[in-house]
């Protein structure tokens, strides 16, 4: 079984950075990649970031600038830096890791880490 543990959310002022970070553990064998989603009230999830195992990444055209992931392979553990916060990045953000653990590849969610960006 695996587990992926968020922390780091909260409410933060409009321009203001938070950080989040997600911990996966259990029998993993190797995490191809990590990923951070978001979901607002009423809307669909989205991806907001992700990166590889080799340290590639891709961002959500609306936190390119904005946002950084990254990731430290030895602790199976990703970040995401957010700065210059916006309300409309007001959302549930969950933690996703693509895994595998032992033959078999698995998809694998956090619980959400809720993110309020408000004056």
């Known amino acids: 079984q695996v587990q992926l543990v968020e922390s780091g959310g909260g409410l933060v002022q409009p321009g203001g950075s938070l950080r989040l970070s997600c911990a996966a553990s259990g029998s993993i064998a190797s995490i191809y990649r990590m990923a951070w989603y978001r979901q607002a009230p009423g809307k669909q999830r989205e991806l907001v970031a992700a990166?590889?195992?080799?340290?590639?990444?891709n961002y959500a055209d609306s936190v390119k600038g904005r946002f950084t992931i990254s990731r430290v392979n030895a602790k199976n553990t990703v970040y995401l830096q957010m700065n210059s916060l916006k309300p409309e990045d007001t959302a549930d953000y969950y933690c996703?890791?693509?895994?595998?653990?032992?033959?078999?590849?698995?998809?694998?969610w956090g619980q959400g880490t809720q993110v309020t960006v408000s004056s």
């Open positions: 996703n890791a693509y895994l595998r653990m032992f033959s078999n590849e698995y998809n694998y």
């Open positions: 990166i590889t195992s080799g340290g590639s990444t």
